[in-house]
């Protein structure tokens, strides 16, 4: 079955530390994927996606995302964290059709 | 300014009473979709359209229905309102006329809705 999985339900960073952000996904056929992001009380918004153009994809804020095909993979990363970065971070996958497959979240945590 | 919005933000109603949630975009998209956003279940899609006047199930469509009309609305329709509905509600569009999972999707700013 096709499915996508963000690991860890809850990641805290230290500010200026890198950010990851796991999301995995199983399917037979090459996917679109994406990452959005929503802030408290706001929806979401596309941080990035990945349309086979590029397997190194950079999206808004410094944030990018590496498609890994052999280990099914599409992690989220920044180098540095910053505060305003503190908000839900959603992995989404199409498997080719007319709908998109979101994951469960991921909330993210900035210490000062 | 481009944009997805959706009447109400808020809605505190009982079961069984009749509501609907307002969906409207300026983007002239053909795609449109209804999620619900529950804690730890990520989003959801309940119906999504691909353009006007076709409509079709997502993942989680029962005790709701929507209609498309017109290109720029979609309303998400509940009919007898149940506690189990209770959650966040986003609309989002698309540009594509064809996959409307592989565009980027817009979202509108939630609609939290509690059935008591």
């Known amino acids: 079955a096709q499915s996508v999985t963000q690991l860890g339900s809850h990641v805290s960073v230290s500010e200026g530390a890198l950010v990851l952000l796991r999301c995995n996904y199983s399917?037979?056929?090459?996917?679109?994927l994406f990452w959005y992001v929503q802030y408290p009380n706001q929806g979401l918004q596309l941080l990035l996606k990945?349309?086979?153009?590029?397997?190194l994809v950079k999206g808004i804020n410094g944030f990018e995302a590496e498609f890994k095909k052999s280990e099914t993979s599409f992690h989220l990363t920044k180098p540095s964290a910053h505060m305003s970065d503190a908000a839900e971070y959603f992995c989404?996958?199409?498997?080719?059709?007319?709908?998109?497959?979101f994951g469960t979240g991921t909330r993210l945590t900035i210490i000062p | 300014e481009a944009q997805v919005t959706q009447n109400p933000r808020y809605l505190i109603t009982v079961t069984g009473k009749k509501l609907t949630v307002t969906c409207s975009q300026n983007?002239?998209?053909?795609?449109m979709s209804w999620y619900r956003q529950d804690p730890g279940l990520g989003l959801r899609q309940i119906y999504y359209?691909?353009?006007?006047?076709?409509?079709d199930k997502g993942d989680v469509p029962e005790g709701y229905k929507v209609s498309r009309k017109e290109k720029r609305n979609f309303p998400l329709i509940l009919e007898s309102p149940s506690p189990n509905q209770t959650s966040l509600y986003f609309c989002?569009?698309?540009?594509?006329?064809?996959?409307?999972?592989?565009?980027?999707?817009?979202f509108g700013p939630g609609t939290r809705l509690t059935v008591l």
């Open positions: 989002a569009s698309s540009p594509s006329t064809q996959m409307g999972g592989t565009d980027t999707q817009y």
């Open positions: 399917s037979s056929v090459p996917p679109y």
């Open positions: 990945y349309t086979s153009a590029a397997t």
């Open positions: 989404a996958v199409n498997f080719g059709n007319e709908k998109l497959t």
């Open positions: 983007m002239n998209h053909e795609y």
């Open positions: 359209s691909m353009n006007v006047e076709v409509t």
